[in-house]
């Protein structure tokens, strides 16, 4: 699982459409629609309902959300500690 995968899902949930979540992440319809299948795929589960254009959680794409949620908080957390590291600012812990 890629925190890629995890933004482009959380953008989905967010916007209701591929379309719209794609336009979010300035990124082509394909690339979103490829990434959550993959992660689909990967999980082994529908995490969304499809129908028309728009897009539903199912149950266990429901019950993941907060989990990602987190999952994209503390990705993001890491990197920032990372780039300052990078900048030469000592955290005052870890």
Same mark, same amino acid.
């Given at each position: 699982? *890629?925190? !890629?995968?995890? *933004?482009?899902?959380?953008?989905?949930? &967010?916007?209701?459409?591929? #379309? #719209? #979540? =794609?336009?979010?992440?300035?990124?082509?319809? $394909? $690339?979103?629609?490829?990434?959550?299948?993959?992660? @689909? %795929? @990967?999980?082994?589960? #529908?995490?969304?309902?499809?129908?028309?254009?728009?897009?539903?959680? $199912? !149950?266990? +794409?429901?019950?993941?959300? $907060? %989990? /990602? &949620?987190?999952? %994209?908080?503390?990705? +993001?957390?890491?990197? =920032? &500690? /990372?780039?300052?590291?990078? !900048?030469?600012?000592?955290?005052? &812990?870890?």
């Amino acid at each position: 699982m *890629k925190t !890629s995968q995890i *933004k482009m899902f959380l953008s989905v949930v &967010r916007n209701g459409s591929v #379309a #719209a #979540a =794609a336009r979010e992440l300035n990124r082509s319809r $394909t $690339t979103v629609s490829t990434v959550l299948a993959s992660l @689909e %795929d @990967e999980l082994g589960v #529908a995490l969304f309902e499809r129908s028309g254009n728009q897009l539903h959680l $199912t !149950s266990i +794409g429901q019950s993941i959300l $907060t %989990d /990602c &949620r987190r999952f %994209d908080q503390v990705a +993001g957390q890491i990197q =920032a &500690r /990372c780039q300052h590291h990078l !900048s030469g600012v000592v955290p005052s &812990r870890y």
